[in-house]
């Protein structure tokens, strides 16, 4: 089955950074529609935070152009999420989605989700 892993989250102060990372098993990160993250807050519905798909595309929250990025290593198999100056309310649970409508597995797969922390 398809696992997902999120590490790299914590308590950072603004204008700070931390990278999160998204490691997968059971099926190649290139064998999805896309790969993103997506972030929630409580009382808040979950939100995309930067995605990208299996033809080249790029897509960031309008909140977070120029300061995230999104970017894999197919070697090992892992998405990661480079975050710059950070602001509190970049605080939320963020989580790693893996995009396999339409493919074999016809779902989408969701990580545990870890919890950024961004202090003023």
């Known amino acids: 089955q398809v696992q997902l892993v999120e590490s790299g989250g914590g308590l950072v102060q603004a204008g700070g950074s931390l990278r999160l990372s998204c490691a997968v098993s059971?099926?190649?990160?290139?064998?999805?529609?896309?790969m993103g993250w997506y972030r929630q807050s409580p009382g808040k519905q979950r939100e995309l935070v930067a995605r990208f798909t299996s033809v080249g595309r790029t897509n960031y929250a309008d909140s977070v152009k120029g300061r995230f990025t999104i970017s894999s290593d197919n070697a090992k198999n892992t998405v990661y999420l480079q975050m710059n100056s950070l602001k509190p309310e970049d605080t939320a649970v963020y989580y790693c989605?893996?995009?396999?409508?339409?493919?074999?597995?016809?779902?989408?797969?969701w990580g545990q989700g870890t919890q950024v922390t961004v202090s003023s």
């Open positions: 059971g099926g190649s990160i290139l064998s999805f529609n896309a």
């Open positions: 989605n893996a995009d396999a409508i339409s493919t074999g597995w016809d779902r989408n797969f």
